[in-house]
């Protein structure tokens, strides 16, 4: 079993910055895909920015304001998010893709962290 555990949401003014982090811990042989998505009420969960086959992607709405590092060695991924916007208020999930010695894929989310950006 894996567990992801984030940190780092809170309660910002438009502008401002924040700074989410996400570790895996647990049965990891390795990963590939892993990063973030959020939800907003009412709305679907949508991705922000993960790594995948060793490249990045964004959303539109992010580029230029996000960005998303890894750490493999440390099995975590962390998302600096600049010149918060109102719109970007959610609940963030960490999301992991883990590889077993076989090949097979499971994905495993964290529990969600609240990211609130008052105007």
């Known amino acids: 079993q894996v567990q992801l555990a984030e940190s780092g949401g809170g309660l910002v003014q438009a502008g401002e910055s924040l700074r989410l982090s996400c570790v895996a811990s647990?049965?990891?042989?390795?990963?590939?895909?892993m990063g973030w998505y959020r939800q907003a009420p009412g709305k679907e969960r949508e991705l922000v920015a993960v790594?995948?086959?060793?490249?990045?992607n964004y959303a539109d709405s992010v580029k230029g304001r996000f960005t998303i590092s890894r750490d493999n060695a440390k099995n975590t991924v962390t998302l600096q998010m600049n010149s918060l916007k109102p719109e970007d208020t959610a609940a963030y999930y960490c999301?992991?893709?883990?590889?077993?010695?076989?090949?097979?894929?499971?994905?495993?989310w964290g529990q969600g962290t609240q990211v609130t950006v008052s105007s």
């Open positions: 790594f995948s086959g060793g490249r990045t």
């Open positions: 999301y992991a893709e883990v590889v077993s010695p076989v090949g097979s894929r499971s994905g495993y």
């Open positions: 647990g049965s990891i042989f390795s990963m590939d895909r």
